[in-house]
């Protein structure tokens, strides 16, 4: 198969997943468009005598950006079916191609501080470009990474691996056996992080509970601050469940006692570190991942918590965790 033209896009139903721009955009196109209609409005209440015919331009201009705004919201989409892909630009026009036709991709900088990405074909001809801030832009990100498209980094971009932005790299398929010993080693590499900070800030006199924890990740709800008794894996037997998921999970302490913000926020941070996760190919196939990004985003929250703790108040609570945080997983 190669880049064809597509007479119409797949049903919904017909789909794995879609990128498209969110629904927000419609009403930053319909604000901009009200902009236009208050100036020619304006225009209209206080014109008193001729104006230059670059100011009707200026009037102009945000009815025409807005119009484009709402046609990119309603049309600009790349649509991932079992049988191909289709990508349906602004205006409505849509092209069909398959995994195979895509012969590299290249990251770009993108306003919202995360990696955009355009596709270009085999002869290095470009497809389409996709915005970090699109919904489902992150699986379409792991949807190339799984099928081995190679990614190369564009203008604005760090160089190397261990530079990708938001992680996206930096998983890493390893065996179910290995788990036990790759936790053990991820957990001394936490245990250094977490005693280095609270020497770091003794005057604080917080201590910090941490350790695994395993989990159902179906069953996780992602509001909640504790999950329910469900959720949790308490002892693997055999194979690791298909939706299985590791967190490292840290919480702050004072004397024994979780501590709370005087919003009642609790004080923790939960980070997953390994995960099963199904590949986005043909096949189909469920790996285990390490996800080796799991010491930056730790470090970051460190450092957040080194700014905020000082200059705030705290409430203490007995809460029981109802559980053992492990040191090894598996």
Known sequence: MAVEKADHLPEESERIFTVRQ??????????????????????????????????YGVILFPFLLGILVCLEAKNRQLAVTKNGLYYCNMFGKAKRFGIEDIGSAKAVFDPAW???????DREGKKICRLEAGMRDADRMFLYLHDNQIDIHMGKGMKKGGEEMPDGMF??????????PELSESAYKQAEELLEEWKERNRKLGAELLYGFAEYHGSRIDPEAELQMEESRIIKAEG????????MLEIYIQKDGWMVRDKKGNLQY????????????????KIRLYCNGNWKTGVE??????????????FMMEQIDLGYELKKKAG
Do not use: N
């Open 22 to 55: 969110h629904k927000a955009a419609y009403g930053i196109g319909i604000l901009i468009i009200g902009m236009g209609a208050l100036f020619l409005l304006l225009d209209m209440i206080y014109h008193v005598s001729p104006i230059a015919l670059w100011m």
């Open 114 to 120: 995360a990696p955009g990405y355009v596709l270009y």
């Open 170 to 179: 930096f998983q890493e398929i390893i065996a179910e056996e290995k788990l």
């Open 239 to 246: 194979e690791l469940p298909e939706d299985y998921v590791c």
């Open 269 to 284: 941070m939960v980070w997953p570190v390994f995960y099963k996760r199904k590949l986005m190919t043909q096949e189909e």
């Open 300 to 313: 970051s929250v460190l450092e957040y918590w080194e700014k905020y703790l000082p200059k705030h108040k």
